[in-house]
């Protein structure tokens, strides 16, 4: 079947809206009708040639997905045409031992790690074979994927907000609540304020933080990240100095949102004795963080995460439900929603930091 798809086909270019061919699902998958699709950092790191998972081109990116099930491959039985799925990042295969332990984003199955480097060929351009971002590739009309990625959610739920509690809101509210595991009336420090950041905001007001200070550089994510929740702002420049002059001796935990070495190591600083930092930001490979020794023997903790530590099919549902009572604001992470022909107008905003989240709308 032929469909339109952004597809990356140089390093560090504007991806080209191309016709592609999409295969039939085969066991255990699914074909989804894409309805929405966010544009997320870790896409723009692909474009810009710094992913280790994306080694290959052509590429087609777009993995915060939402959509209506086309059509099943055979054994698929959790999910039928035309129910509405979220797209999950991770779809953990339940039988190896991370699995069985119930880390289900430590998925070790093959089938899962041969997902992660672009899963098997199901689209092609020109005869030649179209990898896709993370076994998705949702910047395009239909994306075929494992049935453990399809997580159903309510018919009338709005495609764009769903599609965002599949990366930016797991990944942000799962650090506070998964990882972190936050405790009621805690002081919490967010650095960096985009579209992870604002839920990691967001994850903290439900864990019941009574101080949320929140970094950031634009002054436009600080306006936002009051709006979701922060009681402080500041823009950073000796950050523990000045998380000390709003919570006497440190916040008890700390979530570095920007992968940045150096803002990692300036946001342990700022924690508290026995305080916890949680990297959940994507650092570049090969640039070491450079912690003050010395602090950990205060009983500070240095954590990292992936993708909030999520189970999906636990998480998400649970995160819907969290949206439709109107404890999680999803419409308010929206910024802009762009037709696919506009997709390297919504990166270039992206890279920017102009906007919390562009939605790429079908």
């Keep these: 079947m032929l469909m339109r798809a952004a597809v990356l086909t140089e390093y560090g270019k504007p991806m080209e809206i191309r016709e592609v061919d999409v295969s039939d699902p085969g066991p255990g998958e699914v074909r989804v009708q894409v309805k929405a699709s966010g544009v997320c950092g870790s896409d723009l790191k692909a474009i810009d040639g710094k992913s280790p998972v994306v080694s290959r ?29 979220v797209v999950s990042m991770s779809g953990p295969c339940g039988g190896c031992p ?16 041969a997902t992660i480097m672009g899963g098997p060929p199901r689209v092609h351009l020109d005869g030649a074979e179209t990898r896709r971002f993370i076994g998705i590739g949702s910047f395009a009309e239909y994306a075929v994927v494992r049935e453990p990625a399809c997580v159903k959610i ?21 650090a506070v609540l998964n990882v972190a595991r936050v405790r009621h009336g805690a002081t919490v420090l967010v650095v960096g304020c985009g579209g992870v950041g604002l839920n990691v905001i967001q994850g903290a007001v439900l864990a019941g933080a009574t101080t949320i200070i929140a970094a950031d550089v634009a002054e436009q994510k600080l306006k936002l990240a009051e709006r979701f929740g922060a009681t402080h702002t500041l823009i ?7 998380v000390a002059e709003i919570v006497r001796g440190g916040v008890d935990y700390a979530f570095d949102v920007t992968g940045v070495p150096g803002v990692l190591a300036s946001a342990f600083a ?11 930001g ?30 999906p099919h636990r998480d998400l549902p649970m995160l819907a439900a969290l949206a439709q009572q109107g404890r999680l604001d999803l419409a308010g992470l929206i910024s802009e929603r762009l037709p696919l022909d506009r997709i390297n107008e919504a990166v270039e905003h992206t890279r920017q930091g102009a906007v919390a989240r562009t939605v790429i709308t079908f």
């Design 98 to 113: 991370a699995c069985g332990a119930g880390r289900f984003h430590l998925c070790s199955g093959p089938d899962r790690l």
């Design 57 to 85: 081109l052509p590429f087609i990116l777009g993995h915060e997905s939402a959509g209506i099930v086309e059509s099943v491959g055979a054994g698929v039985s959790a999910v039928k045409p035309g129910d509405h799925v």
């Design 270 to 280: 700022a924690t508290a004795p026995g305080g916890t930092t949680v990297m959940v």
């Design 282 to 311: 994507s650092p570049p490979q090969g640039q070491p963080a450079q912690i003050e020794p010395g602090l950990l023997f205060a009983s500070r903790r240095l954590m990292g995460t992936q993708g909030g530590d999520s189970a």
């Design 154 to 174: 309510a018919k009338g739920a709005p495609f764009d907000a769903m599609c965002l509690l599949a990366c930016g809101v797991i990944t942000g509210v799962g």
């Design 236 to 242: 950073p420049a000796d950050l523990p100095a000045q």
